[in-house]
């Protein structure tokens, strides 16, 4: 593909660019995959409902979630290691964002620190993803570093106590290269030893939210959030927002599909909290269909990877643009104007 036209096209454009272990890193889920695959598919078990005949002559994308002003509700998910699909890494990304109009969640392990981003993309809108390391000074200290450089929301990751069963990167017998990553370098400089991903805290419960909710000045969204039960649980204990995800089907395999998810979170969280969702996004119609289901917002992880391993900064513009025209698209035929009348009839089960 020289001119992709849709994500898939990028996906392949990555394909062809990444080599292994990066290829199955990026592209690779737990288990038998099939939560990751039931993402993608559970897209094709809706059907869109359109209403005719009411003036969509002029059709905006923008959105507003937790005091973000979006030109489009589609974020860019929090994803480690980004140096290892493209040598400029985050800074790309957050730039294709800011030139999208839409806004970034930095991983932990980013391959850059927080103020790297910032200053390297001074207009973009960034969110910082915590994973909360046994080490809670330091966990305290890079919280407070990523609010100073302008962090808009904090997203707590909740579904990573322990690392899934990715057997695609079990077979590469590969380790990841933590001394590209800054935040795990400043868990080593601090006395922290073991593996990258066991310096994280499987401890952590409920009142690790409240702790961190009332301690920040900004938005705190759980990710991770799969049951009403805990959409519940997160407004009890302070947060503003969760993201209904599965993180990519890397986790724990066997779970459902978040789309499936996110009904009975919409429905539990009411008006208190607002409601993303990711996993399987690829199309406009998708983000459309997410959003008449409840959600204000949503992100999109290996697409924004597929954009930057294709072709850096313009990549993930691209992939970034393509959902934005896509969505317009499917907007205006749903008879839509904007993706606040987006509604529950229209979308209904195959
Ligand atoms: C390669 C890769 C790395 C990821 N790294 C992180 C991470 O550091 N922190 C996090 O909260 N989620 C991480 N995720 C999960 C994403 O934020 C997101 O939940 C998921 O990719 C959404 O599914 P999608 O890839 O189908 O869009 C990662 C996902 C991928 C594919």
Not at 33 to 48: I, K, P, S, Y
Not at 108 to 126: C, F, G, I, K, N
Not at 265 to 292: F, I, N, P, T
């Amino acid at each position: 593909v020289d001119d992709p036209v849709c994500l898939a096209d990028y996906e392949r454009l990555a394909e062809e660019r990444l080599e292994e272990p990066w290829l199955g890193y990026f592209a690779g889920g737990a288990g038998d995959e099939r939560t990751m695959a039931d993402n993608v598919e559970a897209f094709g078990r809706l059907r869109l409902r359109p209403r005719v005949l009411r003036d969509v002559g002029d059709v905006s994308t923008r959105v507003t979630t937790l005091g973000l002003d979006l030109a489009l509700p589609v974020l860019v998910a929090p994803v480690a290691y980004q140096r290892r699909a493209h040598p400029d890494g985050e800074a790309a990304t957050a730039r294709a964002t800011a030139a999208a109009g839409t806004a970034m969640c930095v991983s932990t392990l980013a391959t850059a620190t927080v103020e790297e981003v910032a200053s390297a993309a001074p207009d973009a809108t960034l969110l910082h993803q915590l994973y909360v390391f046994r080490d809670r000074g330091l966990t305290v200290e890079l919280v407070e570093r990523a609010v100073a450089a302008g962090c808009r929301a904090v997203v707590l990751t909740a579904d990573l106590p322990v690392v899934g069963k990715r057997e695609r990167e079990l077979r590469g017998a590969w380790a990841l290269p933590e001394q590209e990553v800054p935040a795990v370098a400043a868990a080593r400089a601090r006395g922290s030893a073991g593996h990258a991903l066991s310096l994280f805290d499987p401890t952590v419960d409920w009142r690790y939210l409240e702790e961190l909710s009332s301690s920040v000045d900004v938005p705190v969204l759980v990710k991770g959030v799969l049951t009403g039960e805990d959409a519940v649980l997160a407004a009890e204990h302070g947060a503003a927002g969760v993201v209904v995800s599965n993180h990519g089907g890397r986790q724990l395999d066997g779970v459902g599909a978040t789309l499936d998810a996110l009904p009975e979170v919409v429905e539990a969280a009411g008006d208190r909290l607002q409601v993303w969702l990711d996993g399987g996004v690829r199309r406009g119609s998708h983000v459309a269909a997410a959003l008449a289901l409840g959600a204000s917002a949503v992100l999109v992880g290996r697409p924004a990877v597929w954009g930057l391993a294709a072709a850096g900064e313009e990549g993930v513009r691209g992939v970034l643009e393509i959902l934005r025209d896509e969505l317009e698209t499917a907007l205006a035929l749903l008879g839509c104007r904007s993706p606040a009348e987006l509604r529950r009839a229209h979308v209904a089960p195959a």
